[in-house]
């Protein structure tokens, strides 16, 4: 249970309201006020978190920088171990925290497991790389370049930037926060977490298994609240060096008032499907409903519009139409293959596409259906560029067809879009496909595979309005450093005698 047995101290168990964790202790909030979470499934009140306020933040942003500092200077494989320590807890524990996921973000069961199990491997396995890119440094000499003798000698390596600000989104929200936290720690980096309101209680039961592992005070907190309170004065910080963030188009808001900081950005897709007249139809229709009702649909790299040549579309569409029919809808809990989507707003903004599409006459191979927050997954056929579903991202169980009568077209309407975060291609022809591939303004395109974020090593970055800078693991460490340089001046020049 949630807030119970080792995380009771999460718990403020006389309001029922879950702490944030600054200097290393749970803490409630001076402002006396909370936040509500909802569950998406009930419609009711689930969990409440504190609203901090800004000198909250003023007080964490100064840990974190103390702590920063003493952490630089912890060993390597000092760093690691205590990573793996945190990912071990983590794993032991994904049962509670599962349970967050289900109840905060409507995440179907299983799925919540396999988050978390998925998160504490992700731990792990950056703690290993970060031991192997951090431990190597670069050597230069200076008469590699024209005109110099070998009187200096160059040594580069890579140091921590400070303080990170991590902002994970409501779908992913511990596998995505410990993406940041990972690499910024193993880095010497100090780190502060504003998970999403949905999604925020599972994100405090992965930060107390951090602060079992025994991180020092100070260097990791949370700080949970109302966006509207403490979000600019968050992302305005003076002691943030660089922001992590995943989730809408708040990060292009963020993006611009951030100041001169590096910015790692993933910012949402409309991720294209391309199938052409050689294609393996029924494993198309498989990674159709693998890719876009998956999660309801609310994954970033979710297929999200489906581009089919005229020749086969009939086919694919009814292909795909018989495994909708298949798919369970229902609670999370049931393990259901759709389930809720995140809230009231998200469900009222899907059906407004739908309804567009409506009276601009698509074809429904299903009767939309609706129960409060809960979409019966619908592909709609025959849908023109005029239709708002064409363009914009439903983050929901509804997926447009797009009848195409030529490669040329499916790629203009790809490039089109104001996103390019991932799409991909179904055919036969290798050499087709690479040429596809290549012609697609997306940050990656999966040849006979849905889109999606992993193995999460995988280089993983949008283009255009769906993000700045890459993730995955060595990228994050990487983007989580600076280069420092020191040249050794000798007086006289110095070569190597063999």
């Keep these: 249970m949630a807030g119970n047995g080792v995380f009771a101290e999460i718990l403020d168990g006389e309001q ?23 569950n998406p499934t009930t419609r009711k009140t689930q969990y409440k978190v504190q609203a901090c306020t800004q000198e909250e933040v003023n007080k964490v942003m100064e840990a974190a920088k103390t702590a920063q500092k003493s952490w630089a200077k912890t060993p390597l494989w000092k760093r690691a171990e205590l990573l793996h320590k945190a990912a071990a807890i983590l794993k032991e524990h994904k049962a509670p925290i599962a349970e967050c996921l289900v109840k905060e973000i409507a995440k179907p069961a299983k799925d919540a497991v396999t988050e978390v199990v998925r998160s504490g491997d992700l731990v792990s396995y950056t703690a290993e790389e970060g ?20 009187t200096k000698y160059c040594l580069t390596s890579k140091i921590p930037l400070g303080v990170i600000l991590a902002i994970p989104p409501f779908n992913y929200p511990v596998n995505l926060a410990v993406s940041k936290i990972s690499p910024a720690l193993i880095a010497g980096n100090s780190l502060v977490l504003k998970p999403p309101t949905q999604g925020a209680v599972a994100a405090l039961h992965m930060m107390h298994c951090f602060h079992l592992a ?14 509207s ?14 922001i992590s963030f995943t989730g809408g188009d708040t990060g292009i808001s963020i993006s611009k008032k951030a100041g001169m900081i590096p910015l790692q950005m993933e910012l949402g897709g409309k991720d294209s ?19 876009g009702y998956s999660y309801s649909g609310q994954r970033c790299t979710a297929v999200k519009v489906v581009l089919v040549m005229e020749s086969v579309a009939d086919d694919l569409v009814e292909k795909v139409k018989e495994k909708v029919a298949k798919l369970t809808v229902g609670p999370p809990e049931n393990d259901c293959d759709i389930t809720p989507v995140v809230s009231e707003s998200s469900a ?47 983050f929901g169980p509804v997926l447009p067809v797009i009848r195409i009568g030529s490669v040329e077209e499916g790629i203009h309407h790809c490039n089109a879009s104001n996103f390019g975060l991932q799409g991909c291609v179904f055919t036969k022809d290798i050499n087709k496909a690479m040429l596809i591939s290549d012609a697609m303004e997306s940050g990656t395109v999966q040849i006979n595979s849905a889109p999606a974020r992993g193995p999460d090593h995988f ?40």
């Design 16 to 38: 029922q309201v879950f702490k944030y964790y600054a200097d290393g202790e749970w803490k409630k909030s001076s402002s006396g006020k909370n936040v509500s979470i909802i």
């Design 131 to 150: 031991v192997r890119i951090l431990g190597e440094g670069k050597f230069l000499v200076s008469d590699s370049f024209p005109g110099n003798e070998r």
């Design 214 to 227: 025994g991180f020092p005070k100070g260097l990791i907190s949370v700080i949970t609240g109302k966006g």
């Design 229 to 242: 309170e403490i979000g600019d004065f968050l992302t305005m910080h003076p002691a943030v060096n660089c």
């Design 273 to 291: 499907c391309i199938v052409l007249e050689d294609a393996d139809l029924d494993l198309v229709a498989a990674n159709i409903i693998k890719g």
């Design 348 to 394: 009222n903004y899907i059906e407004g596409l739908v309804m567009d599409a409506k009276q601009k006459n698509a074809t429904f191979c299903q009767e939309y259906k609706r129960e409060g927050n809960l979409i019966w997954p619908l592909l709609l056929d025959n849908v023109r560029p005029d239709m708002r579903i064409a363009w914009e991202e439903p």
């Design 459 to 498: 280089p993983f970055q949008g283009f255009k309005d769906s993000g700045i800078g890459s993730q995955g693991v060595t990228n994050s460490i990487n983007m989580m450093t600076k280069i420092k340089t020191t040249v050794i001046n000798l007086p006289t020049p110095s070569y190597t005698i063999g």
